[in-house]
């Protein structure tokens, strides 16, 4: 789901932190994607702009690039209800985020019914599932709609990171993961 969001050059600079001519030129040379309005003036799309921040490693602002009144939604499944409460509260209050939790399967199907989510985060460890099947169920039962699953291991497995792309999952995130590393991550799936 894209976001219809547009940020001015003036914006921009301020959100990365760099000069407005900086834009500018990025604009000019293509780096940055831009339109202009019928007065001349550029304007970045917010997808734009999240995927130019991180291919160009600046930090995310949480919530900064999220449009006003609107809070995205995240599926986040997890049978450690202490690693998920801080996590939830995390993105919630960083990210604008709202958050819905589950810790199985059943929880899961019916959030996914119940409330929507555009990104799921899901736990590779939990006891007693296939992590790596349940996210696939879950992308098969949100269809036509696109669902972006994160995957949350705790550990690093590169067989298991393979196994998760080829699933499908838009990316893996080893703990322990930084809270504002996992919320750009987040959020540049919500703006894709």
Not at 3 to 31: C, D, F, I, M
Not at 106 to 116: M, W
Not at 130 to 154: F, I, Y
């Amino acid at each position: 789901m894209a976001s219809n969001r547009y940020h001015t050059t003036h914006q921009v600079a301020q959100l990365l932190g760099v000069s407005l001519p900086t834009v500018v030129n990025w604009v000019e040379k293509g780096l940055l994607d831009a339109h202009r309005t019928p007065g001349g003036h550029r304007r970045i799309c917010a997808s734009s702009l999240v995927r130019f921040a991180r291919e160009n490693n600046y930090p995310l602002v949480g919530g900064a690039l999220q449009p006003t009144g609107e809070r995205r939604r995240v599926l986040l499944i997890d049978d450690d209800r202490d690693s998920s409460d801080t996590v939830s509260e995390y993105l919630a209050l960083k990210g604008n985020i709202q958050i819905a939790l589950a810790e199985g399967p059943v929880e899961a199907g019916y959030q996914l019914s119940r409330f929507s989510p555009e990104v799921v985060l899901l736990r590779m460890q939990i006891g007693g599932i296939n992590s790596l099947a349940l996210g696939q169920q879950l992308m098969e039962l949100a269809r036509p709609h696109p669902l972006r699953v994160v995957a949350w291991s705790d550990f690093h497995d590169p067989n298991l990171e393979l196994r998760t792309r080829e699933a499908g999952f838009v990316s893996f995130l080893t703990k322990p993961t930084k809270l504002n590393a996992m919320l750009n991550e987040i959020q540049s799936h919500l703006f894709d």
